[in-house]
């Protein structure tokens, strides 16, 4: 039973417009979540966190939005540029759910010239 | 660097012998996390680790997997009598994992362990 999902394999952008990643859980315990991005043969390179007493938040080009009562985040990223172009992982966790990072399944971000 | 590492960066091992890996987690965090990724997989939590508490290994697939952390900083992962299944990217990951505060793990480059 996967707890956190993530279900575009693969999305493909334009530079300079929005890309929107998706996840979704189903474990309430979850209160912290996190969003890595992960080039190949690198390790994980954390992004952005949002804990789940709130429902966004901003760096940079990057914003989390979290909806509680959907159980369902989102990563926006813009303007997209090609270096954001790697496999984003949705990642979830709680003080009372083991402490251990719960993974998505990733999404493929591509981002054109 | 300050960041979390892991040697070797490649390992190629046979089936049926032991393998060790190791992990120097970020001076000063607390927790250590180790978690695999395997072809085509997302990434599986293997064992979690705090400061002098018992291990987590509720995530470790079988006996033949083991993991230390001596001095409450580096760790090793040793796989027994390995498998091709066990072909898979360890990643370790650390945290400073402050009391009562969910924490961002911070993951090393990983070691790519192939079984023939």
């Known amino acids: 039973d996967q707890q956190v999902k993530q279900n575009s394999p693969s999305l493909s952008v334009q530079e300079g417009r929005i890309s929107i990643l998706n996840c979704d859980y189903t474990n309430s315990m979850f209160d912290y979540f996190l969003w890595y991005k992960k080039y190949p043969a690198e390790g994980p390179t954390f992004l952005i966190s949002i804990s789940s007493i709130k429902d966004k938040n901003e760096d940079g080009r990057f914003t989390v939005f979290l909806n509680k009562s959907a159980k369902h985040l989102s990563l926006h990223i813009v303007p997209s540029q090609p270096g954001d172009s790697a496999v984003y992982f949705c990642a979830a966790t709680g003080y009372n759910a083991g402490n251990m990072l719960t993974f998505g399944g990733g999404t493929r971000l591509m981002v054109k010239p | 660097g300050a960041g979390v590492s892991q040697s070797p960066s490649n390992k190629v091992t046979e089936k049926g012998k032991d393998v060790e890996l190791r992990c120097d987690p970020i001076s000063g965090h607390t927790a250590l996390y180790w978690y695999r990724q395997s072809l085509g997989q997302g990434l599986e939590f293997l064992i979690y680790f705090q400061g002098n508490s018992a291990p987590d290994k509720s995530g470790l697939p079988s006996d033949r997997f083991s993991a230390e952390r001596t001095g409450g900083s580096v760790s090793t992962l040793t796989i027994q009598r390995t498998q091709q299944e066990d072909s898979a990217v360890y990643l370790c990951?650390?945290?400073?994992?402050?009391?009562?505060?969910?924490?961002?793990?911070?993951f090393g480059p990983g070691t790519r362990l192939t079984v023939l």
């Open positions: 990951a650390s945290s400073p994992r402050l009391s009562g505060v969910t924490d961002t793990q911070y």
